[in-house]
């Protein structure tokens, strides 16, 4: 009989996982705060609830490019949990509110953060070169992001109330805006460049959305995609 | 004086509201039977759709309009005449939040509420009272002001928008300013003298707008700045929606905006269309507040550019039966925007239209 060649399986890199998560959070929250004093240099008065989705929107980007692989579910909840934190920690300093605002924010952040995370790593295994699932993902959520913009004409076309319900809900940006209640879709940018503005819509179900979006996260975090890190 | 100016307001917005006595008009007579006959199918189109809960189209503010159609109608219907009143009465009740608001989810916070005080207030019954004291407070609450760390030279100042932290604007404020004139809100209220601020800076009025992109062609825009349609251009619905708003918070007829805001609807006038804007969009939106402002204004006649003389009441009735549906609903034909293809709130807005009309 021959030697078992196979190998033992990896021990969790308990510490490699926590240093992951400290480098993600410390540089969202720098990102964040840089990009929130931009904003609020140059837009002048900035809504509270505004501000809240401006900042965990950058933090939830800032996350997926941070460097370094999403390596299992586990490890991909505390990679969350950083980045969760440092974008609510962001989010106080910009436009400090109650407490209970920051709950809701953190339940909102902490599943778009987990999501973003499975689908980094689901697309790590098909983008090429190193960081092209950081880039793919980036990309993915951005088109997802502004969904109610190109997709808005075909809202207006369909006219029906449960497509554009859809529209809304496939952008990650009205599931933060659940949280933070912000309508950014009757905000002025979003007002002049999406006919959706003009139509009936509703918001997506603010727990609901947290629940789908952290299982698909969870699932795409679960799965063993062969990546170049791997 | 400023109380007094808006007391005197106060009584002459009051002719647009149930009860008030009837102005003279020169209306035909003729035909404002027959706008009348018009809008009774426009509410028997409205009873059929009802839901069994009383309501509109699942919407607080749909069914706060069709409400008001029924309760301004020539028929003075009242919560005695039966559940298809008094079952909307309680959707509205039923939908009252812990912030004074009434809505039936968190959008749309304003239009909402505003639009379900008027019709509590239209009850006139006294039990509602509270429910509508609640509703001002949330409205004037969403008010930008010194709270939001604006300051008076900001050109948000004094606005309303939808009923979060989004920006200000014309068509929201003039629904608040409404709502707070018909349940007789505090007239030293400082919302009223903000609000002024606001509505002001909407204006293409550079004599009285201090913002440098105001024209001068006297109508409204959307926003400070904006306007949906193209750029800063004014057109018909905010014109009047401005227009009756600078009357709600105290302007009198001689004031130079009311004075440029009508010589802008009389430039531009027409019922085929919705002026300054291509596409006939929110046309029914249109027709409502421009019967309101033709009404506040208790003119019967307005001169166009070529100097024709207009019977508003005549010519709206007689475009809105040219509108009318078979089975006695609205929808605007042209355009879906603004929600002009539900046939419960264009109905609402039409027959409201006639109700001013043929008053």
């Known amino acids: 009989m021959g030697a078992d060649t196979q190998r033992p399986p990896k021990a969790p890199d308990v510490t490699g996982t926590a240093h992951n998560a400290l480098i993600a959070g410390a540089t969202v929250v720098v990102v964040t705060l840089a990009t929130g004093a931009v904003l609020a240099a140059t837009a002048g008065p900035f809504s509270r609830a505004g501000t809240h989705l401006a900042i965990l929107s950058i933090a939830a980007m800032a996350g997926v490019l941070v460097p370094g692989p999403e390596p299992g579910p586990l490890a991909g909840l505390v990679r969350a949990a950083a980045v969760t934190a440092a974008g609510l920690i962001a989010a106080w300093v910009a436009a400090p509110a109650p407490p209970a605002a920051f709950a809701g924010m953190a339940a909102g952040l902490g599943a778009l953060t987990l999501f973003a995370g499975g689908l980094k790593r689901a697309a790590g295994a098909l983008a090429p070169g190193r960081g092209g699932g950081a880039v793919a993902a980036f990309l993915l959520l951005t088109v997802a992001g502004t969904a109610p913009v190109w997709l808005g004409p075909a809202a207006e076309a369909a006219g029906s109330t449960a497509v554009n319900d859809w529209i809304v809900a496939a952008s990650p940006l009205s599931h933060l805006a659940a949280w933070t209640g912000y309508d950014y879709l009757h905000d002025t940018w979003f007002y002049r460049h999406s006919t959706l503005g003009y139509l009936r819509f509703a918001y997506p179900d603010a727990a609901a959305g947290a629940l789908v979006l952290s299982v698909a996260g969870l699932i795409l975090s679960a799965i063993p995609w062969r990546t170049r890190e791997d | 004086m400023k109380t007094l100016m808006k007391f005197l307001a106060v009584v002459l917005v009051a002719g647009l509201w149930p009860g008030a006595a009837a102005a003279q008009t020169t209306m035909d007579p003729e035909l404002r039977d027959q706008g009348r006959q018009a809008a009774d199918q426009g509410l028997r189109f409205l009873r059929s759709s009802q839901l069994d809960n009383g309501a509109w189209s699942y919407s607080v503010g749909i069914t706060a309009l069709a409400l008001r159609a029924f309760l301004e109608s020539h028929n003075g219907y009242t919560e005695n005449d039966g559940p298809f009143i008094t079952k909307p009465v309680q959707f509205l009740l039923a939908n009252v939040r812990d912030n004074g608001a009434i809505a039936e989810s968190g959008q749309n916070l304003n239009y909402n509420t505003a639009t379900a005080i008027v019709a509590l207030q239209a009850t006139g019954n006294a039990e509602y009272a509270p429910v509508i004291a609640g509703a001002q407070a949330f409205l004037t609450g969403l008010q930008i002001d010194e709270g939001e760390d604006y300051t008076p030279d900001h050109q948000f100042y004094g606005g309303i928008g939808y009923g979060g932290d989004e920006r200000p604007d014309l ?76 009357i709600f918070v105290g302007a009198d007829r001689e004031d130079p905006r009311i004075e440029a805001a009508w010589d802008w609807i009389g430039d531009n006038y027409t019922l085929d269309e919705h002026p300054g804007i291509a596409g006939r969009h929110a046309l029914f939106y249109y027709y409502t507040v421009f019967a309101k402002a033709m009404y506040a204004m208790n003119e019967d006649t307005i001169t166009d550019s070529d100097g024709r003389d207009h019977n508003w009441r005549d010519e709206l009735v007689t475009k809105l039966m040219d509108l009318q549906g078979e089975d006695g609903s609205w929808v605007n034909p042209y355009s879906d925007r603004w929600w002009e293809d539900n046939k419960d709130l264009i109905t609402a807005r039409a027959v409201i239209a006639l109700n001013l009309a043929t008053r």
């Not at chain 2, 004139?181 to 204006?203: I, L, N």
């Open chain 2, 171 to 246: 068509a929201n404020i003039y629904l608040t300013l409404e709502a707070l004139r018909y349940s007789a809100h505090d007239p030293d209220d400082p919302v009223w003298e903000k609000a002024m601020a606001f509505v002001s800076r909407t204006q293409n009025n550079s004599e009285t707008n201090d913002q440098a992109w105001a024209g001068n062609d006297g109508g409204f825009t959307y926003l400070p700045g904006e306007s949906p349609h193209a750029g800063t251009r004014s057109y018909g619905a905010m014109t009047s929606a401005g227009l009756i708003s600078l």
